[in-house]
Structure formats: C-alpha cells, structure tokens
C-alpha cells in the first residue's frame, strides 16, 4: 500500500508488520499491532493513522477520524503518515481532507516536488480547477519541467469548460491559456506532443480556427505523430469549421485515393463538393487548386471518381472492398435529394444493389449496408427485387416439403439476407394470416435444416442459421398483435427457447424472451436471462431498464430490490473509478480525455435510469419493510431522505437507454421514431416525479410523525412542525400538479413499436386509480396532523373532513381491489388465457395500503386488506390446480413433438413466475394485515 | 467500408448496438478502458458502419524497455462484432496497431491468444505473427474450466532489422516470468 523501500529507517521496520496485516484483511491484528508499538512509541503517527484505517475497515468510522484528525493536525511531513492518510481519506470518500494535508506539508517543505505533486493531484481528484491551476505553477517554479507547466494550463482550461458564465471563459481563461502556450512557444521550449495538442484544444475552443489550422501545418504539427492521420484529420476539422470546401474537398479526395474504404472522407468529400457547386467556385486560374491538390466541382467529376474507384475493385484480384460501391449508391441518394438528373450515369439503384448483393450478399453485413439505401427503390419494385435477389440464391432441389436449402454457410447467409431484406421492404408485414403461418412453416424449415453447418460450433458461438428462428419469433410476434390469439406467443416463446437451446449465447434471443416474458407478467424467467446476458458496467445504465420497470410492478419484490442494487453499485463505483482516471489523464498528458472523462462521469450522474433505479429502491424498502420490520420513522432515516431536497437533474436528464438493443427488421414506417424516443422520455420523466414525490412525501410524514410526541415538552418545537408540514402541503400540491400533467400524458396513449421502449407505469397507475388512492392518503395524513396541532377541543369542522375523507379513501380502495379481481391466468377451450394487468393493479393495490396502514385507522382497512388476502389465496388455489399438461398443444398450426416441448416449457414458467408474485403479494399483505391488528388505536 | 476513430467514452453506451452480440465489450470493467484511454489514447481505435453501428476495436498499448531492444506494442484485445466479420476489419486495426508501434519505435509487437483458438492463432500467423513462446496457465479458469495455457506471438518491426525478437524460445514459461 505505502512505498516501503527504505529498509534502513527503523520506522519502517517497526510498521511493516502493520502494513501486512491491513494488507491481508487482518484488521484487528493490524489494530492490535498499532497499540503495541504506539505504547512505546508514543511520537509514531504513522502507526496511529494505521490503526485508523484498521478501524475504518471494521466499521469504527468516528474512532478511526477522530484519531487520523489528531495526526492531521500536527501536520505531518513524513511521507508514511502522508500517504496513509492519503488512503484513508479515501476511503472515507474524504478526499478534499487530502487537500488540507499536502497544503500544510508544502508549506513545510517547500522545495518538495513529491509534495507539490501529490497537492495538485488531490485538488485535480476534488475539481478544484483554480488550485490546480496555482498548485502546477508553484510546482513548476520549484522544478522546471514542462508537464507541470501544462498541468496548470490545462487547469485554465478546466476552469473554462466549467465556467457558468461562457463570456468569461473566452475572454478570460482561455486566452490566458493561450498566452501561457505562446510564451512557451516564443522561447522554444514546447517539447511533447500533448503540448501541441492542448495548444489545438486551446485555439480550437477559442474559436481560431484560422490559427489553428497554421499551427497543425507548422513546425509544431510535426509533433503530432501518435495518433495515425492526426494532423490530417485536425486540419480536416478546421476546414469544416472554417468552411474552406476547396480544401476539404482536395483532401478527402486524397485520403480516399489512399484507403478507398474510409467512409467518413467520402461523406466529406461529397458535402463539400454541393458546396462548391452552391458556390459555383472554379480554381484559380493556372495555379494549384489549393493547398492540398485538385478539388472536384462538378458531378460529372463525382461520378467518375466513383466508378473509377468501383472499377479498381473489380479489377483486384484480393478481397473487394465495400466502400465505392456504397458510395455510389450514397451519391444517387445525394443527387436524388438535390433533384440532380444525373444520378442515371451511376446506373439504375435496383441493379447496383443485385450487384452489391451479388459481391457481397454472404457476409452478414450486407442487410445492415443495404438497408440504408433501400429507400431508393420504388414500392412497385420491391417483389422485383425480391424475386431478382432470390435468382441470385443458389438452393439445392425442391423437396417434399416445398424447400430447397442452402448447400453451404455462404448460400445460407445469401438467403437470410434475402428474407431480412424482405422483412425490411415489409413484404412479410403484407402477408395474411394464412401467409405468415406458411412463412413461418418455410423460416423454421430452413432454421432446422441449417443447425446441420453449426454442429462443431461452441457454446459460445452462434449458429449459422439463428436468425432463421429469430424472424420466425418476429412473424409469430406479428401475428399475436394483430390478431390477439395468445397461441401465437406461446408458440413464440417456444421457439425462442427452442433457439437457445440449440446456441445458448445468442443475445437476441435472450433479449427477446425477457421482453416476451415482461410483457406476460412473469419476472420469474427474465431474473435467469438478464444474468446469463452478463451485463457489465455501462450495460447497467444502457439495458437496465428492461429489467427495473417491471421488476418492482409485477410483485417480485426481492428479485426487484436485487436488480435496483446491480444497477446502483455500478453508478456509485463511476465517481470514483473516474477521478482517479482524470489524474491519470494529467500524468500521461492525455489533456483532451480530461474533459471526455468529466462529460463521461456527469453523463452516468445525470442518468435517467440512475434517477429511476435509486427512488424506486427507497420507495420498495418503505413498501416492503416499513412498520413491519422497523417503523417508517427509522427507515426513512437509514436512508438518509430529506423530504426538502430534490436530487434528481430534472432539466438535464441523460436518457441513455439503448432503444434499439432489440434487432428489428421492421420497414420504416414501425421502426422507432425520434419522436417515439422523446415521448418515452416525457412520459418516464413524469412517473419518476410522481414516485420522487411519493417518497418525499412519506419521509415528510415520518419526520412529521415524530415531532408531536415531543411537542408538549418542548414548546418551541411547534414552529419546526409547521415548517415540516408546510414542506408537506408543498410537495403535495406538487405531486397533484405533476398527476394533471400525467393525465394529460396518458391522453396521448402513445403506442411504441412492440420492440422499442417499454410504456411507463404511469397509464396502469392513474386507470387503476393507485395515484389518487395515495394522493388522499398523504391529504389525509396531512390533515391528521393539523388536527394534532389544532387540538381535539375546537376542531369540529377539521374531525367531520377527517371522517368523510376516512370513508372515501376506503371506497377508493375497495374500487381498486375490485380492478384486481379475475384470473390471471385462465385455461378455456384448451387455449391458454393470461390477464398480466391484474398483478401489476394488485401491486398498486399493496403500495397505497401500506401508506394507510401508517395512519393507524385499522377497522375498515383490516376488512379489504382480508379480502385481498382472500383474493390472493383465490388465485394460487385456482392457479396450482390449473394443469397445464391438459392443454392439447399444436392444434390448428402444426408443431412438431419437440417444438410443443419447448412451448410447454415457456407456459410452466409464466405459471410458476404468476405464483410467485402472488406468494410474494399474499406475505407482504399478510404481514401488513398483522401489523395493523397489533395496532392500537 | 468504415469509419476508423479514436474510441471514446460514449462509444461505451453503444456498444449494445451490435446485433447477437451484447457481450462485445463487458469483458473488463469501466477503470480498464479509462486506464487505456488515458495512458494511450492512439492505441485505442474504433471502427464504425455507415449506420453508426460499431463494428469492431482494437486496443494497446506500448511497453519494455528500450536499453534491452524489448521496447514493443502490445495488442490488449482485439474484437469484431459476428456482423461484421469476413471484411478484413480485424487485419485492418492490426496494421494501424503496428503502424503506430512504428511510429514509436518499437521492435517488435505482440499479443496472446488461447492455445484453442485456432481460429485466431491461424489468422494471426495469416497476419505474419509467429509463435515466441507458450505460456502455461495464463488465462484463468472460469466457469469451471481448467485454466489454459497462451501462446505469446510476435511479428518483428522495421526497427529490429534482424528479427532478433521473434526467435522462438523453445520451453514454456510461466505467467509470473514474462514481463
């Protein structure tokens, strides 16, 4: 942990058996170890800041600061008690206390390098830009070497980037900067290539681009060697900037001579040269172009380049490259946008993309580069296409069942890309009933008989034919939606599970059976698929959300306060993971991550999922275990919830959810829409509001709670009631301002494409009338405690209010578990019916009961929390006896023996997830029944 | 037909863009990837489609001493989403990888590679690496696999104009042993 390399300071010797016990996890001998030496050497601080960390690590947290202060206070100069120290405070998530240590050791010790080093890393660890910026000069004075200057030049920039007030940082820090660099500049002391890159950033954020482009073309570029095409791309940049087409244009042109692959240049290429043509800009007369060569200023030169680069393909004997012809298909896109005749030169897009299909279709690329520009083809040729595409199929004899198949992994990637790109044209969505079941009979025929090429493959591949069985699920998915005949899921799932039988690591499948599954109100299964989709960090914030939003709704409490938990100790472990990486960033002089990592770290804060995951914890915790294991009062507080602050970044909330993480096929007009996209956000946003809301609303109450016991010994108190009821009637009308909005949200009934986000809770949780049930028991808890203030003598008027809203909220109630009652699932004509929605009104039935009970009212409410009960029982009775193994499988579509296998399977899992949710449902309302029986009112 | 670029921190939230393959990137932790993009940021490249999709990325770094002519690139991973296989990508981040290891006056470059993967193994030799030397139990055991041993492959630089660093040491090594 420490640096122990002097072996010859007896001190040392002394502490190194400390050092090895922390170091092994031997907290209390380390403890020990400490008091022993520390009897005979009372002045060893070290050993006094060791036994701190040793009791930091056994949870002493107040003994272990109080003890490190004592050390700190003397202010230590030598270097084990420094770095110790150093340790602890981090540990302690103190790390601006790190700060105050080396600045009194600098003082001591002003010629130390080490120390001053050490100051300004513990201020870069804090974001103390200005301190930075003193500490890299001070540092800099005291030993000259270059990085330390740029430290602190760096640190202005900081200071910029962080600036409120943009006016300040373009007329005071980055010029200052800029000055620095300069002067380092003028007298020729610029040594490194990340001095060259910081003086770039530098102009580049003052806006002089002009400058910049100067600088990348002097004497100093030439020291931007790390980076391959770095000066090349920086001065590419610029001239975006700067507009400078001519240039942009000559450039691109002669990176794509060089590697005729690069699609970026292409793009930049053709953007410049419709500027020019814009422009009508002809070159100079007799003189070089421009700086960087022959600019192109007419389509007919386009065109040329483009076939010429098409041509050289077709003439390499090697592997042709995708590039030019994807960029001719991205030039008659061009043209075609600007109503430019030209575009016939090229050719005609249908055959240019046969083709393409022709070189490239059995690489599974191909749909994904096709797909972009399928919109060139007019409806009326699509079947054409389709038809011309499959001519260039090579299957094997017709058999028995109407198929030929693929001969080889090759043929087999042509004709899935052939089905793929049939499905985007949306000539599969077209098709009646009767047509999709055949497609399906065709998909699945064709998925079975490719497994033959996948047989060696290892569980951690994906078989060759698995996309096969993914459109069928797809088709399958069509059919259920359009028609409501659950089979059609079942048989869904089936395959799904079939697929991953067969290739147990295919993401999608896993992906799509979690959403299946979700949408069924069986959480149960998607506990086991989201795990053994391993997702790691970032993964958390980007596909967290399919399994938190239905965790917590269908009822499995435990599954869910598990899930929230992953999620939370990854965006806990960002802020330190990345501080330590910024100061990296400063000693390997890697300046332009700095700002990277920073956006990086505030865009995992300001995360919508992040938001979402850590209220939904708080308010699970007080659902589940408030007033049955300890009172609200004492949970509110574990949490350390303060019902005044609001900690979520309303108004700059990152959605960083990945949308699209489920592989669609469908044709535009269904993909996901920005709109879609926006929509999704509102509406979360909205029912994150209502349960941030909710949650400070219960804290308000059980902080509110407390107060009166207190009031008639300590009359001063009153004014702090007040104020905390105040806070109460605030966030109140609050919360019934953000249920106006969710109700005109929940108009709208915004329906999203079946693989795109999923609904909110909000819409189920004001039909189901959950939101008004909670707002009255707040209200109502609200009241009660103006009636504590008032007095029981002259309140009348405030006792009638109480009665009647006491006797409304029950009618809510008892309205609401009205919506809960029916069967879940259901067995009829040998088909099998699920209702989900009534699980996910039964756990909004719970969340209002649970505010009730708080309230100590116990008659009426004990009556529906029995009935609940009762209902509960009801449904696991009728649910254990409903025999799956009755249903006659395969009726009306033909599955074979094992595919039935596959789909019984599916349906045994969304009965055993439904009765865990009810048991989970049943013991938590138990629990609360009993809670209310020891009551006394 | 791609979009090389340095790779940067908001390429982490697309990485589940890449079809049938979410586990693209979740092998090491978010400290691994800032760990690389703040000591060597030009070795951490990204290849992009022309729909935006990842499809590919190399990372490395370079290390050894100079004095002993072991001063070297290191391939840390190298990965191609399934999509995108069967272009040439993976070759083509190789280059720029040994490129940049020119650049900075390497000798030589080097990765490791389970002994199984003869997919890889083949591809790197295709590449023009060779075998130096195998080394035992180097990847871990997981999921209750034996732990399995690597081999170290080479390709020479420019610098080292007689090849000296890919001779073949002919016993195995340990882990703790190499650098």
Redesign the interface.
């Known amino acids: 942990m420490a640096a122990r390399g002097h072996v010859q300071d007896p001190n040392d010797r002394r502490l190194r058996p400390i050092y090895d016990y922390l170091d092994n996890g031997n907290n209390k001998m380390a403890i020990q170890q400490a008091d022993k030496l520390l009897k005979k050497h009372k002045d060893l601080h070290c050993a006094k800041v060791l036994k701190a960390i040793g009791l930091q690590r056994t949870g002493k947290q107040d003994e272990a600061f109080s003890l490190a202060q004592e050390v700190a206070t003397l202010e230590p100069t030598d270097d084990n008690s420094l770095q110790a120290l150093t340790i602890l405070y981090r540990e302690m998530h103190r790390p601006e206390l790190v700060t105050k240590l080396y600045e009194a050791a600098v003082k001591k010790v002003p010629l130390s390098e080490e120390y001053h080093s050490h100051l300004f890393m513990a201020y870069a660890r804090v974001g103390e830009y200005k301190k930075m910026q003193q500490a890299g000069m001070a540092l800099y004075k005291t030993v000259p070497k270059n990085p330390y200057y740029f430290w602190s030049v760096m640190s202005l920039v900081m200071q910029a980037i962080s600036a409120q007030d943009e006016k300040l940082a373009q007329t005071m820090f980055l010029p200052l900067a800029e000055r620095m660099v300069e002067k380092m500049v003028k007298e020729e002391k610029i040594e490194a290539e990340a001095e060259v890159q910081l003086y770039f950033m530098i102009l580049e954020r003052l806006g002089k681009y002009v400058e910049a482009l100067d600088m990348v073309r002097g004497p100093l570029g030439e020291k931007l060697?790390?980076?391959?095409q770095s000066r090349e791309n920086k001065c590419m940049m610029m001239y975006q900037r700067l507009q400078l087409w001519p240039e942009c244009n000559a450039l691109s042109y002669k990176l794509l001579l060089k590697n005729p692959?690069?699609?970026?240049f292409?793009l930049s290429y053709f953007d410049s040269l419709f500027h020019l043509m814009d422009k009508s800009w002809s070159p100079p007369n007799e003189e070089e172009h421009c700086v960087e060569g022959p600019v192109h200023t007419t389509v007919a030169e386009a065109v040329k380049f483009v076939v010429d680069r098409m041509e050289e393909e077709d003439k390499k004997d090697s592997?042709p490259?995708?590039?030019p012809y994807?960029?001719c298909l991205?030039l008659i896109h061009r043209l075609r946008q600007r109503g430019c005749p030209d575009e016939e030169e090229l050719g005609d897009p249908l055959e240019l993309m046969l083709q393409f299909f022709g070189k490239f279709g059995d690489?599974?690329?191909c749909i994904?580069?096709l797909?972009?520009y399928l919109h060139l083809l007019p409806p009326e040729q699509h079947t054409q296409f389709e038809n011309r595409l499959g001519e260039l199929v090579p299957l094997g004899e017709v058999g028995e069942d109407g198929f030929g198949f693929p001969g080889d992994t090759k043929a087999l990637q042509r004709h899935l890309c052939v089905c793929q790109l049939s499905r985007v044209l949306g000539l599969q969505h077209t098709l009646d009933t009767e047509g999709k079941l055949c497609l399906i009979t065709e998909l699945k025929a064709h998925y079975h008989y490719g497994l033959q090429f996948g047989k060696s493959c290892l569980k951690t591949e994906?078989q060759f034919s698995?996309?096969y069985c993914l459109m069928v699920a797809h088709v399958y998915i069509d059919l259920w939606t359009e028609t409501g005949d659950e089979n059609m899921l079942w048989q869904c799932l089936g395959v799904l599970e079939e697929g991953l039988s067969y290739s147990p690591?295919?993401?999608?499948f896993k992906?799509l059976l979690l959403l299946l599954f979700c949408r069924l109100g069986a959480f149960q299964p998607v506990v086991d698929l989201y795990s053994s989709?391993?997702?790691?960090?970032?993964?958390h914030?980007?596909?967290g959300y399919l399994l938190t939003r239905y965790a917590g709704s269908l009822g499995q409490f435990a599954a869910a306060s598990q899930s929230y938990n992953f999620s939370l100790r990854f965006f806990h472990?960002?802020q330190k993971?990345?501080s330590?990486?910024?100061i990296?960033?400063y000693?390997?002089g890697?300046f332009?991550?700095i700002p990277?990592?920073i956006?990086?770290r505030t865009?995992l804060n300001q995360s919508l999922h992040f938001a979402q995951v850590r209220t939904e914890r708080m308010l699970l915790d007080l659902y589940t275990e408030a007033d049955i294991t300890s009172s609200l009062e004492e949970s509110v507080k574990a949490m350390g919830l303060c019902p005044e602050e609001d900690d979520i970044p309303w108004d700059n909330m990152r959605d960083?959810r990945?949308l699209?993480?489920l592989?669609s096929w469908d044709p535009k007009d269904r993909e996901l829409t920005e709109e879609h996209r926006r929509l999704s956000l509102e509406e979360e946003s909205v029912w994150l509001k209502v349960r941030s809301l909710t949650l400070r609303l219960l804290a308000s109450l059980a902080l509110l709670g407390h107060a009166p016991s207190k009031r008639n010994s300590d009359k001063t108190n009153e004014n702090g009631v007040s104020a905390k009821s105040s806070t109460l009637q605030t966030l109140l009308s609050q919360l019934d301002l953000t249920l106006q909005t969710a109700a005109q949200i929940t108009e709208k009934q915004t329906q999203y494409p079946f693989l795109g986000p999923p609904s909110s809770r909000l819409a189920s949780a004001l039909s189901s009338g959950s939101c008004h049930c909670q707002a009255s028991a707040l209200q109502l808890s609200l009241t009660l405690q103006e009636l504590e203030t008032t007095g029981l003598d002259d309140s009348s008027e405030l006792q009638t209010q109480i009665c009647n809203s006491f006797k409304s909220l029950i009618v809510q109630l008892q309205e609401l578990l009205s919506r809960c009652k029916g069967d879940v699932l259901e067995m009829k004509d040998s088909r099998l019916m699920t209702q989900p929605s009534l699980l996910e009104t039964l756990v909004f039935f719970v969340e209002p009961v649970v505010l009730s009970g708080f309230q100590e009212w116990t008659g009426s409410l004990q009556g529906i929390v029995t009935q609940a009960l009762d209902h509960v029982k009801g449904q696991e009775a009728s649910l254990t006896a409903l025999k799956l193994a009755a249903l006659t499988l395969g009726v009306g579509h033909a599955q074979t023996q094992e595919e039935c296998g596959f789909t019984r399977a599916a349906m045994d899992k969304v009965q055993t997830s439904y009765l865990g949710s009810l048991q989970e449902l049943g013991d938590l309302l138990r629990k609360r029944a009993d809670s209310l029986k020891s009551l006394k009112f | 037909m791609t979009t090389l670029r340095a790779f940067t921190c908001d390429d982490l939230f697309k990485f589940n863009n890449i079809q049938a393959f979410l586990n693209f990137l979740s092998q090491y932790g978010i400290p691994f990837y800032l760990q690389y993009l703040a000591h060597w940021p030009e070795y951490f490249i990204v290849a992009e489609a022309p729909g935006g999709e990842l499809m590919g990325y190399i990372m490395g770094k370079a290390e050894g001493s100079v004095a002993r002519e072991e001063w070297h690139g290191h391939v840390t991973a190298l990965s191609v989403a399934p999509e995108f296989r069967r272009l040439g990508l993976a070759a083509k981040l190789m280059e720029m990888l040994e490129e940049i290891s020119e650049r900075k006056g390497g000798f030589f470059v080097d990765l490791f590679v389970r002994v199984s993967n003869q997919v890889a193994v083949n591809m790197y030799k295709q590449l023009g690496y060779s075998v130096y030397r195998t080394v035992i139990e180097y990847y871990s055991a997981s999921n209750g696999e034996p732990d399995e041993d690597a081999y170290d492959m080479r390709k020479a630089l420019s610098r080292d104009t007689e090849r000296k660093s890919i001779i073949p040491i002919p016993h195995p090594v340990r882990p703790e042993d190499i650098e």
């Open positions: 060697t790390s980076e391959l692959d690069e699609w970026q292409y592997r490259l995708r590039g994807m960029a991205e690489k599974p690329c994904t580069d797909k972009i994906l698995d996309t690591s295919n993401a999608q992906l989709l391993d997702a790691k960090h970032v993964q914030d980007t596909i472990s960002n993971d990345t330590e990486y910024i990296q960033a000693k390997y890697a332009e991550k990277e990592f956006a990086f865009r960083n990945d699209t993480v592989f």
